[in-house]
């Protein structure tokens, strides 16, 4: 018997880690997935649904399910005067959460905390909006608010001709538009603890998906203003925030920020060719700042001359202690790396 019970348990949370992607088909993949009849599989999808945690609609022959919501609110909290983060986690956040494994509620707490506090003190705006929405599956947790907008900010700061080079700013890690009071590491980091950490601000969209090694970047056409920040988390993944900050610390350290992942392709544009003196610089600013940094060429499909000798030559030349490696580069781009250092 309690091998029958464990077999029901993981076909139903098969279910509902997959209905989300297959609404209308979830049956037949049950059925490959496991090997046991329609009629069975249709006996733990009634009893999701009795429970409450699956919506069923349509007839039989056009029948879909959802994920039920466990809990959804939105609630909106002034910046002057109001709670401050770890308030707004305690009373109102983690009592939503409820009972989860201490790993799942640490990303949040790390994440949640470290967003809110950017909109605090960095949006410029008047109010801060939490959106909570809680499933069987997953969580998502969204923070927005009606401030300037991050990228637009970064631009400003960092006097930026377009507000898509703020999002290779952020992919770099380790920036802040308040160095005396933030180490612009939680952006960075809470984007790679999640299934999919999204922000939304201006007419860009900046996005990483958990184990992509890129970040990218989208244009909107219809402008918004503030920043919105989307995290959506699975409720029983094994991921710990331990995990994701030793990922990127260097062999040699035993603590410490001193290995970054830096998408290459946000250096370029549309069809633009990596080819340029300024662009290799945009693509090294504050990288002096780790003693490891990967530049991931996935989706480059050639450098010129002048920006292969600039990053691979001049600047390790002026950072001897900064260790630059290439990854996923095609052939072409690998023999003008090679080329380029063979310069000296």
């Known amino acids: 018997m309690t091998r ?30 496991f090997g046991i009849s329609r009629q069975a599989v249709n006996q733990h999808l009634r009893r999701l649904v009795d429970e409450g945690a699956l919506l069923r609609e349509g007839t039989t022959r056009s029948r879909r399910y959802a994920l039920a919501p466990l809990a959804h609110w939105t609630r ?27 790993n799942v509620a640490g990303i949040w707490q790390y994440a949640f905390t470290e967003m809110f506090n950017n909109a605090l003190e960095h949006s410029e705006g008047r109010t801060i909006g939490v959106d909570f929405e809680k499933t069987a599956a997953s969580t998502e947790l969204i923070v927005f608010d009606d401030g300037v907008g991050i990228f637009k900010k970064i631009k400003a700061a960092l006097g930026l001709l ?17 160095p005396a009071r933030h180490s612009g590491e939680g952006i960075f980091f809470a984007s790679r603890m999640f299934d999919d950490f999204t922000i ?43 995990r994701v900050f030793d990922k990127f610390t260097a062999d040699d350290d035993d603590y410490g920020f001193t290995k970054t992942v830096v998408p290459v392709r946000l250096t370029k544009y549309g069809d633009d060719n990596l080819v340029s003196r300024s662009q290799a610089r945009r693509l090294l600013a504050r990288i002096d700042r780790f003693k490891l940094v990967m530049l991931d060429f996935e989706g480059v499909d050639s450098i010129g001359q ?39």
């Open 76 to 102: 909106s909290f002034p910046v002057s005067g109001g709670p401050s983060e770890d308030q707004v986690w305690m009373q109102d956040v983690a009592p939503s959460l409820g009972h989860m494994p201490e």
């Open 4 to 33: 029958v019970r464990a077999r029901g348990e993981k076909v139903r949370r098969y279910i509902i880690d997959n209905v989300g992607k297959h609404p209308a088909d979830i049956t037949r993949l049950t059925v490959a997935k």
């Open 162 to 178: 377009d507000e898509r080079h703020s999002v290779l700013e952020l992919a770099k890690g380790k920036f802040t538009t308040d």
């Open 306 to 344: 002048a920006f292969a000798d600039e990053v691979f030559r001049v600047f390790p030349a002026h950072h001897p202690e900064v260790s630059i490696v290439e990854i996923r580069a095609n052939s072409a781009v690998r023999r003008m790396i090679s080329r380029a250092r063979s310069a000296d």
């Open 200 to 242: 939304l601000s201006g007419e860009v969209i900046f996005s990483h998906e958990y184990e992509d090694s890129e970040d990218w970047i989208m244009e909107r056409e219809k402008y918004s203003s503030g920043t919105a920040v989307f995290m959506t988390l699975s409720n029983h993944t094994s991921r710990t925030t331990k």
